[in-house]
């Protein structure tokens, strides 16, 4: 499809377990983020790739936490032993470059509920 | 500390009157600045955007206002119809940087 794609769409998991949630951006978009948006929250950053750029990893919320790009295109973002705050949509989206502003295009986003 | 500010979680709106939703910043880099809608259970969807170097951007129904001055800036929709009921982000950036988002407001349009 021509929009970000995000599996699975829905994820339970034991307290304790590790996940890994996968985002497909669009062709040629080199900007990958991800964020999360918690029940009656906003959407929280976790992480932007730009490029070959390091990313910005600041808001990533523990060590627990980790992402990876692989060849400027897919994105898996890990959470290992989960707990149970770590439930919540998870979202990615991308976008071009910008130069003077471009929106970013939103998955539907992985439900990740941990028991 | 955030960032963007959205002050109100809900607004409700007369089907046909004008909806204003606000939106406030602290952080003076930032110079893009855009609105998502979010319907349940789907990801946010990009509605319109505007530059640091214009006041105001209009697409069809919707128009936002930025005022750099007061670091704030609004999303007006006319007429407002029952299908604009949704939660609205607005989100801020600064050249090469992540957006960051407000807490978002939802606004009913009621028939």
């Known amino acids: 499809g021509a929009g970000v794609s995000q599996s699975p769409s829905n994820k339970v998991t034991e307290k304790g377990k590790d996940v890994e949630l996968r985002c497909d951006p669009i062709s040629g978009h080199t900007a990958l983020y991800w964020y999360r948006q918690s029940l009656g929250q906003g959407l929280e950053f976790l992480i932007y790739?730009?490029?070959?750029?390091?990313?910005?990893k600041s808001g990533l919320p523990s060590d627990r936490f980790s992402a990876e790009r692989t060849g400027g295109s897919v994105s898996t973002l890990t959470i290992q032993r989960t707990q149970q705050e770590d439930s919540a949509v998870y979202l990615c989206?991308?976008?071009?470059?910008?130069?003077?502003?471009?929106?970013?295009?939103f998955g539907q986003g992985t439900r990740l509920t941990v028991v | 500390d955030q960032q963007v500010k959205q002050n109100s979680p809900s607004l409700s709106v007369q089907e046909g009157r004008i909806s204003i939703l606000n939106c406030d910043y602290t952080?003076?880099?930032?110079?893009?600045f855009l609105w998502y809608k979010k319907y349940p259970a789907e990801g946010p969807t990009f509605l319109i955007s505007?530059?640091?170097?214009?006041d105001k951007n209009e697409d069809g129904r919707f128009t936002v206002f930025l005022n750099k001055s007061a670091k704030h800036l609004s999303l007006h929709i006319v007429p407002s119809q029952p299908g604009d009921s949704a939660v609205y982000f607005c989100a801020a950036s600064a050249y090469g940087q992540n957006f960051v988002f407000g807490p978002g407001t939802r606004l009913s349009v009621l028939p």
């Open positions: 989206a991308s976008s071009t470059h910008r130069q003077g502003g471009n929106e970013a295009f």
């Open positions: 790739f730009q490029g070959n750029s390091a990313p910005d």
């Open positions: 505007i530059s640091s170097i214009k």
């Open positions: 952080n003076s880099m930032f110079d893009y």
